[in-house]
């Protein structure tokens, strides 16, 4: 029986893993500056993250949330001191569609309205809601379409407070950093000025860290270079470096109510110990290394545009770049990241790479071109 044929898939079969490498069936080593989608964060294999996850496993891998399981608020308390945030809640699902959905659902509880207003060329995910709020109507089933959301431009106070002032917006989610919709990013003053909103209509704020959180950005959240307090955070991908782990940080301000919210898997034992880990500068590591990239960058004159920050970066050319990204997969064995603009490459690389990997890049990328 043959899987169900949904993905547009390189012709690669990696069986290892180590740091910003994978090798596939034959041994050849590919240089990943994709990360599965900006899941790996440490790098593949990392020693500590295996050991950890072992000595879990050797333990106790699962039970379900029946039981207390302090490993959470390890988790829980470990984020909020690396992120400074103050004294946001944790609750664990599985992925960063799930966290969406969550956050989606939590807002309508907490406001007692149902209606989204997302950003134009927004991805969040493929679950009903997480879709919904998705800016791609080829991924938009009949079903999703019945979520009632409105969206609107990065940046258009004007169209956001019309939108408002109709009074049945329970949430304003946004991404700081856009991922598959091309690396853009709202203005300082716009986000800045969701705090008045949040106030004035009751809305809730939900900041999608998904993609940009846990230092990919230069800082632990991306929405941290703006002024505002996040009525609710999701959080996924480089989480757990590969583990299948997600969760949303709520606001103090939003009480937890018996029953509202549950998961079978989410917060097991070995997804806390995947995701606890310290921080070792690289955060401020991400920030040195995109001034490493975009100095390079600014020498191609072919590269029309450098765009994103810290280590979620992209590339933007004024051709289709699928060619050029086949390219340096079979011809330079380097794998990057395509986005909804076809003209753009996404890099995406585990934060524990170093100003070497660039060099091989773009001197495979000068060959390429």
């Keep these: 029986m043959k899987t169900f044929d949904v993905y547009n898939q390189f012709d690669v079969v990696p069986i290892k893993g180590k740091d910003v490498y994978v090798y596939d069936e034959f041994n050849n080593k590919y240089l990943d500056l994709y990360g599965g ?41 470990e984020i909020n001191l690396q992120a400074d945030l103050d004294n946001y809640k944790l609750f664990m699902c599985n992925s960063g569609a799930e966290a969406v959905e969550n956050a989606l659902k939590l807002s309508s509880f907490y406001t007692g309205k149902k209606r989204i207003i997302a950003f134009k060329n927004s991805f969040h995910g493929r679950t009903s809601a997480a879709v919904a709020v998705t800016d791609n109507k080829y991924i938009n089933s009949e079903l ?42 709202p203005d300082e ?11 004035k209509y009751q809305v809730s704020i939900i900041a999608d860290e998904v993609q ?20 609710i955070i999701t959080i996924a991908k480089g989480m757990g470096n590969g583990f299948p782990v997600g969760g949303i940080l709520v606001n103090p301000n939003i009480h937890p109510q018996k029953g509202i919210l549950g998961t079978t898997y989410g ?22 290394l995109e001034s490493y990239f975009k100095n390079i960058a600014s020498k191609f004159s072919s590269i029309k545009k450098v765009k994103g920050r810290g280590l979620m970066l992209g590339i933007e050319f004024d051709f289709d770049v699928s ?37 091989i890049f773009f001197n495979a990328l000068n060959k390429s071109l």
């Excluded at 964060?41 to 050797?58: A, M, P, R, W």
């Excluded at 609107?152 to 049945?168: H, R, V």
């Excluded at 940009?212 to 009525?231: E, V």
């Design 189 to 199: 003053d716009f986000i800045n000025g969701l705090a008045y909103y949040q106030k």
């Design 144 to 185: 999703n379409k019945q979520h009632n959301v409105s969206f609107i431009e990065f940046n258009d106070n004007t169209k956001l407070e019309i939108e408002l002032d109709k009074g049945d917006a329970c949430a304003i989610i946004f991404e700081s950093i856009q991922g598959v919709g091309g690396l853009d990013q």
């Design 267 to 288: 917060g097991n034992h070995l997804a806390c110990v995947a995701s606890l880990r310290k921080k070792n500068n690289i955060c401020k590591k991400a920030l040195e």
């Design 37 to 77: 989608h900006a899941v790996i964060s440490i790098g593949h294999s990392e020693k500590k993250y295996v050991k950890n996850i072992t000595n879990q496993l050797n333990n106790i891998g699962f039970y379900s949330n029946a039981v207390r399981n302090p490993l959470q608020d390890k988790l829980s308390n």
């Design 212 to 231: 940009s959180g846990f230092c990919r950005s230069g800082q632990f959240f991306a929405f941290q270079k703006f002024n505002i307090q996040p009525d």
């Design 323 to 359: 060619e050029l990204r086949s390219k340096l997969v079979y011809e330079h064995k380097i794998f990057t990241g395509s986005s909804s603009n076809k003209n753009l490459i996404r890099i995406l690389p585990p934060l524990s790479i170093k100003k070497n990997h660039f060099d």
